[in-house]
């Protein structure tokens, strides 16, 4: 994957792709869907396995004032390729389709098979992280630096402790405009991004009451971040392709003991629906887990995922480039 120049991005999805694009795309947006319902995850990061991540923010970054011209011209095809909207149209459904089956598979598997299911995300991360080696000179010293760059700011992110705030409307706005840039930065969480601004427990019971005020205000700042973060992201990508995906490479590394299979709770707190949930935790070892948390360590069941979260991202690549070359 080279630097894409932002007008070689916006190609005709359907022309372009071949006849199976459209579910294939839409089963990544499954994946990142899924993704982002865990704590630990981004769909920033399910999008870098998938090997989208490029196209994903130079679309995101060309709905513009340009596109919003055309649209008052009425000029719709011209802008339909201009932010090549099947692309973020299928994509999108995948996304929201991964969403709401998080309700029936993902949340049941945090909740009954936790270890596991992290295990398992560890294994794409690092497989993932292994193969973006090819993206950059990791052996210069700009490289590692980027590398080290990138996890230090997981790292620190991780360190940092929930604040407790008087959410207001503009706080609102504002802590929407910072999580949704997990969405497209790999190695970070939405969710725990909320945590840490403490406005996570206000948005869930915003959602579920229904609070329009509420929820227009979070969506209107999640919006301008994207719109703005991907302006930055696809200009850094243009620029400084290798550094970039070096600081990539070190986030993902990072987000790896967000996602560590076995994890002691430090402190809880009590959600919308009245239910106590994980705070904070801490990282422990697997032979010492049972003892400090009471349960199963299951340890072959995490390193037969963790082989399998390998398995799935080696053999995606292997795929996606063999479809490739038959596409050329």
């Not at 199976?20 to 396995?49: E, Q």
Request: glycine share 10%.
């Amino acid at each position: 994957m080279s630097a894409i120049d932002p007008s070689e991005a916006k190609i005709d999805f359907a022309a372009a792709r071949g006849p199976f694009a459209a579910p294939v795309l839409y089963a990544k947006g499954i994946a990142m869907g899924l993704g982002d319902s865990v704590p630990g995850v981004s769909g920033g990061t399910i999008a870098v396995i998938s090997n989208i991540y490029e196209r994903l923010i130079y679309a995101i970054r060309s709905c513009d004032l340009h596109a919003a011209k055309l649209v008052l011209r009425g000029d719709l095809k011209t802008f339909w390729r201009h932010i090549d909207g099947h692309f973020l149209l299928v994509l999108g459904l995948g996304i929201l389709s991964g969403l709401l089956l998080s309700a029936n598979t993902v949340l049941y598997l945090l909740e009954h098979f936790v270890e596991p299911l992290m295990a398992f995300f560890c294994g794409l991360v690092l497989a993932s992280a292994f193969l973006l080696r090819q993206e950059f000179d990791y052996w210069r010293s700009r490289g590692l630096v980027a590398i080290v760059g990138g996890l230090l700011l997981a790292l620190g992110t991780g360190l940092i402790n929930p604040q407790s705030v008087a959410v207001s409307l503009p706080y609102l706005f504002f802590s929407g405009m910072i999580a949704i840039c997990a969405m497209i930065l790999p190695g970070l969480s939405g969710a725990y991004l909320l945590l840490i601004l403490g406005v996570y427990e206000f948005v869930l019971a915003a959602l579920v009451q229904f609070e329009l005020v509420s929820i227009l205000v979070f969506a209107s700042g999640c919006v301008i971040g994207l719109l703005s973060f991907s302006r930055i992201l696809a200009w850094l990508l243009n620029r400084h392709h290798q550094l970039s995906y070096g600081v990539i490479t070190g986030m993902l590394l990072g987000s790896v003991t967000l996602l560590w299979p076995w994890q002691e709770i430090v402190s809880t707190y009590v959600d919308s629906s009245g239910e106590l949930q994980a705070l904070q935790t801490r990282n422990v070892w697997p032979l010492n887990y049972t003892e400090v948390s009471g349960n199963d360590a299951l340890l072959l069941a995490c390193l037969a995922s963790f082989a399998a979260g390998l398995a799935i991202v080696i053999l995606m690549r292997y795929l996606f480039a063999s479809q490739e070359k038959i596409d050329k």
